[in-house]
C-alpha cells in the first residue's frame, strides 16, 4: 500500500509539473480597430507575430527587405509570415481581415501564445491606397505584450498618421496604386529608396475613388490623426486539477497493482 501511495504522489508530482509548464499559454485576442475619419485610409490585412524579440522586418533609413516591398506593395504576408517563422521557428503568426479594413471597420483574431517563450509583439500592414505606404514596428522589441508573471503588460497600441512608413521602394504613382479604381497595382516604378516615415505621399491619391466605392480624402489624415488601435484580451488555457491529476494517477497505480 506504502509503494503504491508513493508511487501515486509521484505521479502526481510528475503530472502536476507538466501542468505547471502550461501555466505560460494562453489565448491572446488581437483586435485592430481602423480609426481613420470616414473617406480616410483603409488598410489591407494586417499581418501579426508573438516572438522573442529577435525578428526585424525592416529598419528606419535602410533599404526595405523583400518581405517588407511585397507587404508595404501589395498587402501580402506571403513573404513577411515565412520570414518572421524562419527568424523565430517557435513564433506565433497569422492575420488580422480577410479584406480591406476599411474606415470605422474592424478585424480580430486569436491565437495560443506561450507567454514564457514568445511575450513580445510585432505587426505590419499595407496602409491604401498607396503604393507602398504600411504601418509596423521597426524595433522588434517596442512591444513586450507580457510581463515576467504571464500578464499582460501592454493591453492597447494606437497609432497615428505621423507613424506611417514609406517603404521607399516605389514611386508614388496613382495609376500603379493599390485600392484606386481603374488603377493597376502589379504596374510599378522603382524608387530605390528607403524606409522613411512619410505621410504627404497621400496626397498623390486625394480626390480619387477607391476599391471600396469612396472618395480618398488625404486631407483628413494629419501627423497626429488616430488612424488604428490594437486591442489585446488574455483567458488563460485551462489546466487539469491537482485532484484530477492524483485521482488519474490513484487508477493507474491500482490497474497496476491489479495486474500484479
Excluded at 24 to 40: K, M, R
Excluded at 89 to 118: C, H, K
Excluded at 173 to 194: C, H, K, M, T
Amino acid at each position: 500500500m506504502k509503494k503504491l501511495l508513493f508511487g501515486a504522489i509521484a505521479c502526481m508530482a510528475i503530472l502536476t509539473s507538466a501542468a505547471m509548464s502550461r501555466a505560460a499559454l494562453v489565448d491572446v485576442s488581437v483586435q485592430f480597430e481602423n480609426l481613420s475619419p470616414t473617406n480616410g485610409i483603409s488598410y489591407a490585412p494586417i499581418h501579426v507575430g508573438f516572438g522573442n524579440g529577435t525578428f526585424d522586418g525592416f529598419d528606419n533609413g535602410s533599404v526595405a527587405p523583400a518581405p517588407i516591398v511585397t507587404l508595404a506593395e501589395l498587402g501580402s504576408g506571403a513573404d513577411w509570415l515565412p520570414a518572421f517563422v524562419a527568424a523565430e521557428p517557435n513564433a506565433v503568426t497569422g492575420s488580422l481581415g480577410g479584406g480591406p479594413i476599411l474606415p470605422g471597420a474592424s478585424a480580430s483574431g486569436t491565437f495560443r501564445v506561450d507567454t514564457d517563450v514568445n511575450p513580445f509583439f510585432t505587426f505590419a500592414g499595407m496602409v491604401l491606397p498607396s503604393n507602398d505606404l504600411f504601418i509596423g514596428n521597426d524595433n522588434p522589441q517596442a512591444f513586450r505584450i507580457f510581463d515576467n508573471a504571464g500578464g499582460l503588460a501592454i493591453n492597447q497600441i494606437d497609432q497615428t498618421g505621423a507613424q506611417i512608413w514609406d517603404a521607399g521602394s516605389e514611386q508614388a504613382i496613382a495609376n500603379n496604386a493599390a485600392f484606386i479604381a481603374g488603377a493597376n497595382a502589379g504596374n510599378r516604378v522603382a524608387e530605390n529608396g528607403v524606409v522613411s516615415f512619410e505621410l504627404t505621399e497621400l496626397q498623390t491619391y486625394n480626390g480619387l475613388q477607391t476599391g471600396a466605392g469612396y472618395t480618398f480624402d488625404s486631407s483628413l489624415v494629419s501627423g497626429a490623426t488616430p488612424i488604428g488601435r490594437f486591442s489585446f484580451s488574455v483567458t488563460a488555457v485551462p489546466e487539469p486539477t491537482s485532484a484530477a491529476l492524483l485521482g488519474v494517477a490513484l487508477v493507474g497505480f491500482s490497474l497496476r497493482r491489479r495486474r500484479a
